[in-house]
């Protein structure tokens, strides 16, 4: 299959590809647009067979299911049971926007899409191409991120092509998205509201907004409440070691590991902040990337994934990567981090 890349103009949503996208939705066909967050891979949400090809397409397990995207709350109505209410407030407060719900689902959802659960998970993007395409295919479109299972969520359509190219009919190009990270997932079917996945929407915003919320861990043993935290993801090739805490002691550590590293023979690149740079560069690694200020994490979270993809580009047998101040947006990055280390962390206190 030929698959064909449309740049949209932000300024103009009426262009020809958001009409070709949303027909081939209607269609039954896979569709890959952006958000604010990363880009999106859609099929028609209340169609099972284009959501089945979903799976099959990124290779995804068939237990982990999608979230479902609208352009307006009315769309929402039809999936859901309930409206609870602190996602009234919440949706109110934060859609458009980085935020997806978790809430008791309607039968109009094929068991597919949600993997059998008995929620669903809604979002409302803000981006305008998203929100476009969505509005004018007239249907929900359940959407994971387009990328192949187990590689960084795309944040440039070039990404998406270089994993999906053949595999779909259309990829929308709407330039690098804002957030870079995935969305936070809020399970608002229970008593506490508790977040599944951090984003965008920091616990600080939703804590304000709601009072309490818990943020679910994963522990050894037990069954997920979000069937995704199981799995391995943004796994770059190269091993990777992630540096966190006391940042005074953290340039120290990376470049004794990157001194044993060398010593071993081992090709070596680094991840870091703006402020390590030129420190961290005269150790001439093999490559270096920075990430931002640790001034600005909404920076390094938006390039983040970039940054993963170019070390699968280098043939690095190991990463160094320096990992920010776990607050606010800094939580989510952690997190991506943290995964995408495999668990392997130095901990500086
Ligand atoms: O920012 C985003 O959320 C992007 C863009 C495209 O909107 N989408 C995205 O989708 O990241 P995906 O499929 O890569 O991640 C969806 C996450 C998974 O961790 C999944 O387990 C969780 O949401 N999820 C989906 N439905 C759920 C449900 N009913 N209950 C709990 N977790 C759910
Ligand atoms: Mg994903």
């Known amino acids: 299959m030929e698959t064909k890349l449309i740049k949209i103009d932000r300024q103009n949503m009426d262009a020809e590809g958001i009409r070709e996208g949303a027909e081939l939705l209607r269609a039954g066909r896979l569709v890959a647009f ?3 967050t990363v880009y999106g891979l859609g099929a028609n949400a209340l169609d099972a067979e284009a959501c089945a090809e979903i799976y099959r397409v990124k290779g995804r397990p068939q237990d982990n299911p999608l979230i479902v995207h609208v352009a307006d709350l009315k ?6 049971r309930e409206w ?9 407060k934060f859609w458009p926007g980085p935020l997806t719900m978790v809430l008791p689902k309607s039968s109009a959802i094929p068991a597919s899409v949600t993997g059998g659960l008995d929620t669903v998970a809604v979002r409302f993007p803000s981006h305008p191409v998203a929100a476009a395409l969505i509005r004018r295919a007239g249907i929900p479109v359940a959407a994971p991120s387009a990328n192949l299972s187990g590689k960084p969520s795309p944040t440039m359509a070039e990404h998406v092509r270089l994993d999906l190219d053949g595999k779909i009919p259309l990829i929308l190009d709407g330039g690098p998205c804002t957030v870079g990270l995935e969305s936070t997932v809020l399970d608002v079917s229970g008593e506490v509201p508790a977040i599944l996945r951090p984003g965008g929407v920091t616990q600080e915003n939703l804590a304000e907004l709601l009072g309490p919320v818990e943020v679910a861990r994963l522990r050894e043993g037990e069954k997920p409440k979000s069937p995704g935290m199981k799995y391995r993801h943004y796994a770059p090739q190269a091993r990777m070691i992630l540096f966190r805490g006391n940042r005074a002691r953290l340039l120290a550590a990376m470049t004794e590991r990157f001194a044993r590293a060398r ?8 991840l870091c902040l703006e402020e ?8 001439d690694p093999d490559f270096l990337f920075v990430l931002g200020s ?3 994490p909404q920076e390094v979270a938006a390039r983040l994934f970039a940054g993963l993809r170019l070390c699968d580009r280098q043939r690095l047998d190991l990463i160094l990567t320096e990992g920010i101040e776990e607050e606010g947006l ?3 990055v952690m997190n991506r981090m943290v995964k995408a280390a495999g668990h392997q962390l130095v901990e500086l206190n």
């Open 34 to 36: 952006p958000t604010e």
């Open 75 to 80: 769309m929402v109505d039809s999936l859901v």
């Open 84 to 92: 609870p209410e602190a996602a009234r407030r919440c949706a109110e």
């Open 263 to 270: 010593a071993e023979g081992l090709r070596v690149g680094i």
């Open 276 to 283: 390590s740079a030129a420190e961290l560069r005269e150790l």
């Open 294 to 296: 640790f001034d600005r």
């Open 330 to 332: 800094g939580a989510a």
